[in-house]
């Protein structure tokens, strides 16, 4: 229980951290790059507020079911708080196959969630970081993933953004 998110179920900031960390240190070694995702949901907050705490704990549950749906054996999905969640898609460097996952991992979250005789759209901010020198440390991708996500909220709702390889 105290590596998952009590309302979700998936990974909370304690399993992500040593997570991140040895993938870290694998790709320092000459291991498979990965690629580290900050979701922010845009539009959660009206729903939370005009539908009460009980239906926006069941918005969160959704998407973390979406984004559990999106990814594959050996990525990670962790609720980073409130309406943040952190994706680590490992073995993703090249920028194709990156920016395919990532639209579709958008597709998914901002798919209508129903509830009582209504529905619920949230979209998701997307910040992305990668590792790119040996000096890179896990506070210095979830920061870089984080600055990219406010990038991307200045471009509007539903966006995403790569973070610069050495702004940390």
Do not use: C
Request: proline share 5%; aromatic share 4%; glycine share 10%.
């Amino acid at each position: 229980m105290a590596q998952r998110d009590a309302l979700t179920g998936v990974a909370n900031r304690v399993a992500l951290r040593p997570a991140l960390e040895a993938l870290l240190a694998d790709w320092r070694r000459g291991g498979p790059g990965f690629a580290v995702l900050l979701l922010d949901l845009d539009g959660f907050k009206p729903v939370n507020d005009r539908h009460g705490h009980a239906v926006g704990d069941r918005v969160l549950i959704e998407i973390a079911a979406r984004l559990s749906g999106a990814v594959r054996s050996g990525d990670i999905v962790a609720r980073h708080g409130g309406d943040e969640f952190v994706l680590v898609l490992a073995g993703t460097v090249e920028p194709a196959e990156l920016e395919a996952r990532v639209q579709e991992i958008a597709r998914r979250v901002e798919a209508p969630i129903p509830l009582e005789g209504e529905v619920a759209v949230v979209r998701a901010s997307i910040g992305i970081a990668q590792p790119a020198h040996s000096a890179d440390t896990v506070d210095a991708l979830l920061r870089r993933a984080d600055l990219a996500m406010y990038a991307a909220k200045a471009g509007g709702s539903g966006r995403w953004s790569h973070a610069p390889a050495l702004a940390g």
